[in-house]
């Protein structure tokens, strides 16, 4: 499974609610930050090795400004993780070693 555009509020709430008790790792990135863009690949990689456990979206702060908002995004990437709809976690930076961790641990 490779990793999922959000375009909206309302979609990620959908998707979040259709997501059950998965987790849910949400990507927030610009187009124009250059560590968001060097970690994307790995992103896609760990949506790969987690498909069967995992759902991961992403998105870009810069054209979904409400719901970057609503979560509180300062920085980019910021990744923040769901389960049951309630967030669970949240790495900021671009560390796909502490994202993978806290992956991990999350799900035991």
């Not at 949400?26 to 949506?47: L, N, T």
């Not at 995992?54 to 990744?79: G, H, R, W, Y």
Request: proline share 4%; glycine share 4%; with cysteine.
């Amino acid at each position: 499974m490779s990793v999922i555009p959000v375009n909206s509020s309302e979609e990620f709430k959908h998707k979040l609610e259709n997501a059950g008790n998965k987790l849910v790792v949400v990507d927030f990135y610009a187009v124009w930050c250059g560590p968001c863009s060097r970690i994307a690949p790995k992103i896609e990689s760990m949506a790969a090795e987690f498909s069967d456990t995992v759902i991961f979206l992403k998105v870009d702060v810069d054209t979904n400004e409400e719901l970057s908002e609503e979560q509180e995004i300062s920085a980019m990437p910021t990744f923040k993780i769901f389960q049951n709809s309630a967030e669970v976690g949240k790495i900021m930076g671009a560390s796909d070693a502490k994202l993978k961790a806290k992956i991990q641990e999350l799900l035991g």
